[in-house]
């Protein structure tokens, strides 16, 4: 019998410990009660199970373990097309991270699933604030089931992954299906619940006081199976390699399905996260000069008392009707009400070389308030079928939906309130606890109401030229608007300011590819895609700035090796986009006037190679290498940014070289009980030029690249428990994991140190 690895194992980077030992003395007292659960739950299992239904369930259990280490490393169709191709029939690049392998590296977060994901690079704004890039652009809509929402690290927590079952990543344009924001995609799709009674559990215990626990059923809930439920509980407890710093997170979902006829099946779903994270750092400055000033992997820069709050709830629901054997139609309604209140502080600022003290000209120790919420609903409907023309069966998709946004946001500076002496500023001898907490302060900038309506017409059909040769088309008709405006607390009253009133009116975004396969092992594929990006930005005419145009094309092939075990696959893309608003050269940053012009063409080149599957029974393989250029096509005539000329890169983020790897294999003793997992991320070297504010004194930004790697060794104590140990940055790698600050101020994150996580895992 082959046996998936089930042991929960993290491939993110991690670091010695920095906290006190004693907090680690009551790690064991802390894992009993979740311990002890696990062994009522596993003689519940027991005692309310028939012999016949053990032996059903051990019969299934057997067969899902042999079917999931293929399904892992194998992952052959997608649904984030809405049309269920393989993989081999899509024309763009797609990566599916599925539960074997988010269980399996004990991916907790979307942000860890990012991370482990070919080609793409996570920007860190703070220690919890992450932004999604590919091919050097950010992503901003990820779905849920397919439905659409956008995010906002400062508002919305990245989703707790014990409730997905996969993760699909779209890398390239998905205007079709996204409409505005049509940079990449993330679909990640729930837990559904089973018609047959099971139960997964685990607890995990790390350094620096880590702790999890999940448990997950799901079952039929009437006799008939007509009615199943599932329901998921996580608790993640932590803290990091730098002290004063902890994470908790508490995660609660549940969904039910029922079979309403034999055609008709209707699924509702909800889910409650709470994530509560302190305090939030920056990471570390460099020198004023971009040189690295090597300060130690302790270091924080913030107070002690900052800290985020999340709050996010959840409901959908989806009806889904086969209408014949052909053709479905399916009706989504998804509501996310994300709330969030950040009270922070952190230094900002380059330091000075020849001093060690901050440099002249630049920002201390910066503090602020901010209270956000963005409630988000859509309506989604598609109607999907196939039909036969010219002796040939062809697919079509046919769609409707739309999504409203309300945003809102409260503001309070409280830099001069937290009395931090800047040009004093320690930054080797800084005290987390010496800096002054104000309490929450009076608003002083808000906006009650950003209104965002997005309505989209959408169509994509696959026609079969030939038995071998398909033309994939689509095309969406957009319409889009924006409505609000802010408001500055001053003593005269509340003054407006920053305006928006923008739409689009049935913009159109097409799609036209074709994939031709060559043989039954390899098919070529090609794409091309564009769509707008509207702006509230004005020139100084008070006039609105057109849309950003955007034009994505890639080439390529994929192809299934060793018995269809291993798929390969090697894209060559281009991005390009025009119109992007920037500041007006005219009107200098920081003035009290600020104004935009469309400026300047941007261009993103390069090439993908992925490997994921099996090369034998015991031997799978997840290996993607990116290669990535950007650059400034044409000026934006900005003489106070050097990024700016032509041919310089516009994503200094933007790592020319990424390889990432996860492989696992199973020794051939011990009766299959023993496997050892390998992982590698690397990256090569950031240089990031920026000037100060005469514009013409030039630096660079130094980042060296680096190489980091995991392990991971399992092993199957019985048919029902496994215990994985994982030691992460196995050489103790000193580097700075991704980051988006371009100049010596901050945002410079180190990957965490040296350290071990143990994790127990039950199956019933």
Same mark, same amino acid.
């Given at each position: 019998?082959?046996?998936?690895?089930?042991?929960?194992?993290?491939?993110?980077?991690?670091?010695?410990?920095?906290?006190?030992?004693?907090?680690?003395?009551?790690?064991?007292?802390?894992?009993?009660?979740?311990?002890?659960?696990?062994?009522?739950?596993?003689?519940?299992?027991?005692?309310?199970?028939?012999?016949?239904?053990?032996?059903?369930?051990?019969?299934?259990?057997?067969?899902?373990?042999?079917?999931?280490?293929?399904?892992?490393?194998?992952?052959?169709?997608?649904?984030?097309?809405?049309?269920?191709?393989?993989?081999?029939?899509?024309?763009?690049?797609?990566?599916?991270?599925?539960?074997?392998?988010?269980?399996?590296?004990?991916?907790?977060?979307?942000?860890?699933?990012?991370?482990?994901?070919?080609?793409?690079?996570?920007?860190?704004?703070?220690?919890?604030?992450?932004?999604?890039?590919?091919?050097?652009?950010?992503?901003?809509?990820?779905?849920?089931?397919?439905?659409?929402?956008?995010?906002?690290?400062?508002?919305?927590?990245?989703?707790?992954?014990?409730?997905?079952?996969?993760?699909?990543?779209?890398?390239?344009?998905?205007?079709?299906?996204?409409?505005?924001?049509?940079?990449?995609?993330?679909?990640?799709?729930?837990?559904?619940?089973?018609?047959?009674?099971?139960?997964?559990?685990?607890?995990?215990?790390?350094?620096?006081?880590?702790?999890?626990?999940?448990?997950?059923?799901?079952?039929?809930?009437?006799?008939?199976?007509?009615?199943?439920?599932?329901?998921?509980?996580?608790?993640?407890?932590?803290?990091?390699?730098?002290?004063?710093?902890?994470?908790?997170?508490?995660?609660?979902?549940?969904?039910?399905?029922?079979?309403?006829?034999?055609?008709?099946?209707?699924?509702?779903?909800?889910?409650?996260?709470?994530?509560?994270?302190?305090?939030?750092?920056?990471?570390?400055?460099?020198?004023?000069?971009?040189?690295?000033?090597?300060?130690?992997?302790?270091?924080?820069?913030?107070?002690?008392?900052?800290?985020?709050?999340?709050?996010?709830?959840?409901?959908?629901?989806?009806?889904?009707?086969?209408?014949?054997?052909?053709?479905?139609?399916?009706?989504?309604?998804?509501?996310?009400?994300?709330?969030?209140?950040?009270?922070?502080?952190?230094?900002?600022?380059?330091?000075?070389?020849?001093?060690?003290?901050?440099?002249?000209?630049?920002?201390?120790?910066?503090?602020?308030?901010?209270?956000?919420?963005?409630?988000?609903?859509?309506?989604?409907?598609?109607?999907?079928?196939?039909?036969?023309?010219?002796?040939?069966?062809?697919?079509?998709?046919?769609?409707?939906?739309?999504?409203?946004?309300?945003?809102?946001?409260?503001?309070?500076?409280?830099?001069?309130?937290?009395?931090?002496?800047?040009?004093?500023?320690?930054?080797?001898?800084?005290?987390?606890?010496?800096?002054?907490?104000?309490?929450?302060?009076?608003?002083?900038?808000?906006?009650?109401?950003?209104?965002?309506?997005?309505?989209?017409?959408?169509?994509?059909?696959?026609?079969?030229?030939?038995?071998?040769?398909?033309?994939?088309?689509?095309?969406?008709?957009? %319409?889009?608007?924006?409505? @609000?405006?802010? /408001?500055?607390?001053?003593? #005269?009253?509340?003054?407006?300011? =920053? +305006?928006? $009133?923008?739409?689009?009116?049935?913009?159109?975004?097409?799609?036209?590819?074709?994939?031709?396969?060559?043989?039954?092992?390899?098919?070529?594929?090609?794409?091309?895609?564009?769509?707008?990006?509207?702006?509230?930005?004005?020139?100084?005419?008070?006039?609105?700035?057109?849309?950003?145009?955007?034009?994505?094309?890639?080439?390529?092939?994929?192809?299934?090796?060793?018995?269809?075990?291993?798929?390969?696959?090697?894209?060559?893309?281009?991005?390009?986009?025009?119109?992007?608003?920037?500041?007006?050269?005219?009107?200098?940053?920081?003035?009290?006037?600020?104004?935009?012009?469309?400026?300047?063409?941007?261009?993103?080149?390069?090439?993908?190679?992925?490997?994921?599957?099996?090369?034998?029974?015991? %031997?799978?393989?997840?290996? @993607?290498?990116? /290669?990535?250029?950007?650059? #400034?096509?044409?000026?934006?005539? =900005? +003489?106070? $940014?050097?990024?700016?000329?032509?041919?310089?890169?516009?994503?200094?983020?933007?790592?020319?070289?990424?390889?990432?790897?996860?492989?696992?294999?199973?020794?051939?003793?011990?009766?299959?009980?023993?496997?050892?997992?390998?992982?590698?991320?690397?990256?090569?070297?950031?240089?990031?030029?920026?000037?100060?504010?005469?514009?013409?004194?030039?630096?660079?930004?130094?980042?060296?690249?680096?190489?980091?790697?995991?392990?991971?060794?399992?092993?199957?104590?019985?048919?029902?428990?496994?215990?994985?140990?994982?030691?992460?940055?196995?050489?103790?790698?000193?580097?700075?994991?991704?980051?988006?600050?371009?100049?010596?101020?901050?945002?410079?994150?180190?990957?965490?140190?040296?350290?071990?996580?143990?994790?127990?895992?039950?199956?019933?």
């Amino acid at each position: 019998m082959l046996h998936r690895g089930t042991i929960s194992t993290s491939c993110r980077t991690r670091h010695p410990s920095s906290s006190p030992a004693r907090k680690h003395s009551h790690a064991a007292l802390r894992l009993l009660p979740l311990a002890a659960a696990l062994l009522i739950a596993n003689q519940a299992a027991a005692q309310s199970t028939s012999e016949e239904d053990k032996a059903r369930v051990e019969r299934e259990t057997k067969t899902l373990d042999s079917v999931q280490v293929v399904g892992v490393a194998v992952a052959r169709e997608t649904t984030i097309g809405r049309m269920p191709l393989a993989l081999r029939e899509i024309p763009q690049s797609v990566t599916v991270m599925d539960a074997g392998r988010i269980e399996d590296q004990n991916l907790r977060s979307l942000d860890d699933v990012m991370i482990q994901t070919p080609g793409i690079i996570l920007g860190a704004d703070s220690s919890i604030e992450n932004t999604i890039y590919a091919r050097g652009h950010e992503i901003e809509s990820v779905q849920y089931d397919g439905m659409t929402t956008t995010t906002a690290a400062e508002t919305v927590a990245s989703p707790n992954m014990a409730m997905y079952e996969a993760v699909e990543v779209l890398r390239g344009s998905n205007g079709v299906l996204n409409g505005i924001n049509g940079f990449g995609s993330i679909n990640m799709r729930r837990k559904r619940p089973m018609d047959y009674f099971q139960l997964n559990t685990g607890i995990a215990a790390g350094q620096w006081d880590r702790y999890h626990f999940d448990i997950d059923v799901t079952g039929p809930l009437d006799d008939s199976g007509r009615i199943r439920g599932r329901a998921v509980l996580a608790q993640d407890e932590k803290h990091y390699f730098y002290d004063y710093a902890d994470f908790s997170e508490t995660l609660l979902y549940g969904t039910v399905e029922m079979d309403l006829t034999d055609k008709t099946t209707l699924r509702i779903a909800s889910h409650w996260q709470d994530t509560d994270a302190h305090p939030n750092t920056p990471g570390v400055p460099f020198y004023s000069d971009g040189g690295d000033m090597g300060l130690p992997r302790s270091t924080l820069l913030s107070p002690s008392w900052a800290n985020f709050v999340y709050d996010t709830k959840n409901l959908f629901v989806e009806l889904n009707h086969q209408i014949n054997d052909d053709w479905s139609a399916k009706f989504m309604v998804n509501y996310l009400d994300t709330t969030s209140s950040n009270d922070y502080a952190y230094w900002w600022g380059g330091i000075d070389r020849t001093s060690g003290k901050p440099a002249i000209g630049w920002m201390d120790m910066f503090g602020e308030q901010l209270q956000l919420q963005r409630e988000q609903s859509a309506f989604d409907f598609t109607l999907q079928g196939a039909f036969n023309f010219w002796g040939r069966e062809h697919k079509v998709l046919f769609g409707v939906n739309r999504q409203i946004q309300h945003n809102s946001w409260y503001y309070a500076d409280t830099t001069e309130a937290i009395m931090v002496d800047g040009e004093n500023f320690d930054v080797r001898n800084f005290d987390p606890n010496s800096v002054y907490h104000p309490g929450w302060l009076p608003t002083s900038y808000y906006r009650p109401d950003n209104y965002i309506a997005q309505t989209g017409v959408f169509g994509q059909i696959a026609l079969k030229a030939t038995d071998d040769l398909t033309f994939i088309l689509g095309a969406r008709f957009n %319409w889009w608007k924006t409505l @609000g405006v802010s /408001y500055e607390i001053g003593p #005269n009253g509340d003054m407006p300011y =920053d +305006p928006s $009133d923008v739409s689009l009116s049935a913009e159109m975004s097409p799609l036209v590819g074709m994939t031709w396969r060559i043989n039954d092992t390899w098919s070529m594929y090609g794409s091309y895609t564009d769509y707008l990006t509207p702006t509230s930005a004005i020139t100084d005419q008070g006039a609105v700035l057109p849309p950003a145009e955007s034009v994505n094309a890639e080439i390529g092939i994929k192809g299934e090796l060793f018995d269809r075990r291993l798929i390969a696959s090697f894209a060559v893309f281009r991005l390009e986009e025009s119109n992007r608003p920037i500041a007006d050269p005219n009107y200098p940053p920081g003035g009290e006037i600020s104004y935009s012009i469309a400026s300047g063409k941007t261009r993103s080149d390069g090439f993908e190679f992925e490997l994921n599957g099996l090369i034998t029974n015991a %031997w799978s393989m997840n290996f @993607g290498y990116t /290669y990535n250029t950007t650059k #400034n096509v044409t000026s934006e005539n =900005d +003489p106070a $940014d050097p990024e700016s000329g032509a041919g310089r890169p516009f994503a200094t983020f933007t790592p020319k070289h990424i390889v990432k790897l996860w492989s696992n294999y199973r020794l051939p003793f011990a009766q299959d009980r023993l496997s050892i997992g390998l992982g590698v991320i690397g990256q090569s070297k950031l240089d990031r030029p920026f000037s100060y504010d005469d514009g013409v004194t030039e630096y660079i930004l130094h980042k060296g690249g680096y190489v980091v790697a995991d392990i991971r060794v399992n092993y199957l104590l019985n048919e029902t428990w496994t215990l994985g140990w994982n030691w992460n940055n196995i050489f103790d790698k000193t580097y700075y994991a991704g980051s988006v600050g371009s100049d010596p101020s901050g945002n410079h994150f180190y990957g965490e140190p040296r350290n071990v996580m143990f994790t127990l895992r039950g199956k019933f």
